[in-house]
């Protein structure tokens, strides 16, 4: 799981609701277990539940007298909240790569809001300091991927107009030196 975020930036109960069902996209809960795991009180909880289920961000499916929910991951507004979260999680990362890169891309499945539990965040980091980018990427969190390449193979790699390099190009670029 992504490190904690500041108590204040996802802060309302429907905020905080969102993002449980966005972190555990292929998982349906049933609103206790949601109120619970998610710290919400549980008329809070179910007030966000009817809000987003009436926006279609998430889906309710009812089986007896219990409705299960999850969110959509074809929503676009609930992928951008899903690559919102990895960024937030990102970032004491890439802050440390910024002076060392040349170009730093978010890419893969968090790039597209398509990551679930056990996703790895993937990073491009250009540079023609690879001996000290690795350290810093040594002091990331597991699950941050990190690929290390000097602008001249990065630049053989984007000409060759591979499969990957392609993916990479479709990715976020989190930095990019002028």
Not at 111 to 118: I, L, W
Not at 167 to 175: C, D, F, H, I, S
Request: proline share 7%; charged share 25%; net charge positive.
């Amino acid at each position: 799981m992504p490190p904690e975020l500041p108590a204040d930036f996802w802060g309302t109960s429907l905020q905080k609701v969102m993002l449980f069902l966005c972190r555990r996209p292929e998982t349906e809960f049933y609103d206790l277990e949601i109120s619970k795991q998610s710290g919400v009180s549980r008329s809070a909880t179910n007030y966000a539940l009817r809000d987003l289920a009436g926006r279609s961000w998430i889906e309710r499916e009812r089986r007896g007298r219990m409705s299960f929910y999850r969110a959509r991951l074809n929503h676009p507004l609930v992928r951008q909240v899903k690559v919102l979260d990895a960024l937030l999680a990102l970032e004491p990362a890439w802050k440390l790569l910024f002076p060392l890169s040349e170009r730093v891309v978010l890419f893969g499945s968090a790039a597209e809001g398509r990551d679930v539990p056990g996703s790895d965040l993937d990073l491009l980091v250009v540079t023609n300091q690879a001996g000290k980018v690795k350290p810093a990427v040594l002091k990331f969190p597991e699950g941050i991927q990190v690929l290390i390449k000097t602008p001249v193979e990065w630049a053989g790699m984007a000409k060759s107009h591979s499969v990957f390099a392609r993916e990479v190009e479709r990715g976020l670029v989190l930095w990019q030196r002028p």
